[in-house]
């Protein structure tokens, strides 16, 4: 199975600062996803890509942007954080195309902003 | 579009119990239907998958069926331990798209 990595667990900024979250995936899959997770409101999809360079907004892109380099690494961006921004991001990487492939995730960071 | 219901949480058993966790779904097509599970302090795991009708997945003592005829893929585990307490989602990938619906989560615990 691929093994996906966020490169911190917790995370701590303040209001306004760039901040930049990681995804490092160990294969050479071409689909990856980032999601926030909030208390009552489940997996929301914020940005996903399907190759290098290539990204789709998700369900609440605003106040986001990621950055596709290379194929094993997906990174998230809040361009200034706010408060509002707190919770935890989860990074999920699908193995192929067909439906029958599920998304592997990572551990997560739980980032506040104060 | 495409969405996926999971009962209201939290749920809380003893030990030993049996447990369901309802789940349905409204999609286009055959989607495949999965289960997620996910530990404190943790990111999502696959718990099981099936992808056809009438198909049963299943993995550590859960077990769903996906079933087209309710549109539904219910979680059950015969007898639960402390340690299945975690949230447990129910989720959806369609054939047309590359995207995954998840539902809401549905917390579990297991007490002693």
């Known amino acids: 199975d691929v093994k996906v990595t966020q490169s911190s667990r917790y995370l701590v900024k303040r209001t306004g600062e760039k901040v930049f979250l990681e995804c490092v995936q160990d294969?050479?899959?071409?689909?990856m996803f980032w999601y926030r997770q909030d208390p009552g409101l489940g997996l929301r999809l914020i940005y996903f890509?399907?190759?290098?360079?290539?990204?789709e907004k998700g369900d609440i892109p605003e106040g986001y942007s990621v950055s596709r380099e290379k194929k094993e690494r997906f990174s998230l961006i809040l361009e200034s954080a706010s408060t509002n921004q707190t919770s935890m991001y989860l990074c999920?990487?699908?193995?192929?195309?067909?439906?029958?492939?599920?998304?592997?995730f990572g551990d997560g960071t739980r980032l506040s902003i104060l | 579009g495409n969405s996926v219901t999971q009962m209201e949480g939290p749920v809380t058993l003893s030990e030993e119990a049996f447990l369901t966790i309802n789940c349905t779904y409204t999609?286009?097509?055959?989607?495949?239907l999965f289960w997620y599970v996910q530990y404190p302090g943790e990111g999502l795991q696959l718990l099981l998958k099936?992808?056809?009708?009438?198909d049963k997945g299943s993995n550590k003592g859960f077990e769903a069926t996906y079933r087209k005829e309710t549109t539904s893929f219910h979680l059950e585990k015969g007898s639960v331990q402390v340690s299945d307490s975690a949230v447990y989602f129910c989720a959806l990938r369609d054939n047309y798209g590359q995207n995954f619906v998840f539902g809401p989560g549905t917390r579990l615990s297991v007490l002693p």
């Open positions: 294969m050479d899959h071409e689909n």
């Open positions: 099936a992808t056809k009708a009438d």
């Open positions: 999609a286009t097509g055959y989607p495949s």
């Open positions: 999920a990487v699908t193995t192929g195309t067909l439906s029958n492939q599920p998304q592997h």
């Open positions: 890509s399907y190759d290098v360079k290539m990204k």
